[in-house]
């Protein structure tokens, strides 16, 4: 028989059950037009419905303003490094960042091939294991750039800078997880695979003057005036990613949206680091006012056990819980669609496996 799997992957993540359902009808049967969504026009009246549809969901769930704009665009989260600076860093100017681990820092080293950068915080001389807090936000700057949540480290901004200077925020891996005013920021990017849909789209949310900021001529591709003009869909989008992302999100506001999520986000994350707290074998890597509600790192405090832990876990069903190198030990990826019933198989190995090798 198959044991169930607890899938904690770090991305792509989990997605719910139903929406993979529905997913792979649209493979075979999209809106009874006997047709796959794969091979349908993008510009067919169904394919924009969905787009018009996955385009005003964000805009509800985030509660946004009249005065932005949503886009679906290709190239990860990874492209947006380089595409904000390339909007919105004048050739006069600078951008302020702060570093918080592995991405922040791909963020910075993709800003300095643009233009001017001032890292003006960094948690790199604790191996990023906590969030800087007392910085000052230069007023001068173009735009201020942080992560909210660092998948990789394990920690999570839980009260955003007050700042004068446009927010762009890197949420890809805690995006629609908690309640945010999403109008603080000026720009707000995130990948989906990691809590939104499956890979090969990203979101871009962005404030309308945050266009036009520079002078230099753009690739097509590169400028969000291009993107926004066609309403995302410039060129052919990534129409299947799209579809699973609306499907989700439908997934999300039908069940209760942020307020449930956020409910069950803490659930879940109380319960292990709760566990990781009490557990005499286990430790938490990141400061405990800091800790990540999406991406729980821990360690063994006697490695010499780590075989025999991860034999335990994978008979469980669990996966993905490895940790990324640059911390080691484990994490355990609790993203929205991650039931707290997994949570709690993984809370009581934990449990199981103090009192036999305690
Ligand atoms: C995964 C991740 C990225 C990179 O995303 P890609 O879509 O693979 O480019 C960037 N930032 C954060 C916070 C991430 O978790």
New binding site residues.
């Given amino acids: 028989m198959l044991t169930k799997i607890h899938n904690f992957s770090a991305?792509p993540g989990i997605l719910p059950a139903e929406v993979m359902k529905k997913a792979s009808e649209a493979c075979i049967n999209f809106k009874n037009s006997g047709l796959s969504l794969l091979e349908i026009s993008h510009r067919s009246k169904d394919y924009v419905e969905v787009m018009d549809e996955a385009r005003s969901i964000i805009k509800q769930l985030l509660e946004l303003g009249n005065d932005y704009e949503v886009l679906y665009l290709g190239g990860?989260?990874?492209?947006q490094f380089g595409m904000v600076p390339y909007n919105l860093l004048s050739d006069s100017g600078y951008a302020a960042y702060v570093n918080t681990g592995t991405?922040a820092s791909k963020a910075i080293q993709e800003a300095q091939k643009i233009g001017r950068v001032s890292v003006i915080a960094s948690s790199e001389d604790k191996n990023f294991s906590y969030i800087p807090k007392k910085y000052t936000i230069p007023s001068d700057a173009d735009y201020l750039h942080i992560?909210s949540?660092?998948?990789i480290y394990g920690t999570q901004i839980k009260e955003f800078p007050k700042s004068n200077i446009p927010v762009v925020c890197?949420m890809?891996?805690d995006i629609f997880s908690r309640k945010v005013d999403a109008n603080q920021f000026a720009l707000i990017y995130a990948?989906a695979?990691?809590n939104m849909g499956p890979?090969g789209v990203?979101l871009v949310v962005i404030r309308k003057d945050m266009v036009g900021r520079t002078t230099r001529k753009k690739l097509s591709m590169l400028d969000y005036a291009v993107h926004i003009k066609g309403e995302s869909m410039y060129n052919t989008p990534p129409v299947f990613p799209v579809y699973v992302v609306l499907e989700t999100l439908k997934w999300l506001q039908a069940n209760g949206g942020i307020a449930w999520i956020e409910k069950m986000n803490n659930a879940k994350a109380e319960l292990l680091y709760n566990e990781i707290d009490t557990n005499p074998l286990f430790y938490g890597t990141a400061a405990k006012e800091d800790r990540s509600y999406m991406n729980v790192c821990f360690l063994l405090h006697k490695p010499e056990l780590e075989t025999i832990f991860e034999k335990t876990t994978k008979e469980a069903g669990i996966s993905g819980i490895k940790g990324h190198r640059s911390v080691g030990g484990y994490r355990a990826s609790i993203y929205n669609a991650m039931p707290i019933e997994s949570v709690k198989v993984l809370t009581e190995i934990m449990k199981e496996f103090a009192i036999k090798h305690g």
């Fill in positions: 991305g990860g989260a990874s492209l991405w992560t949540n660092n998948t890197d890809s891996s990948g695979q990691k890979a990203t």
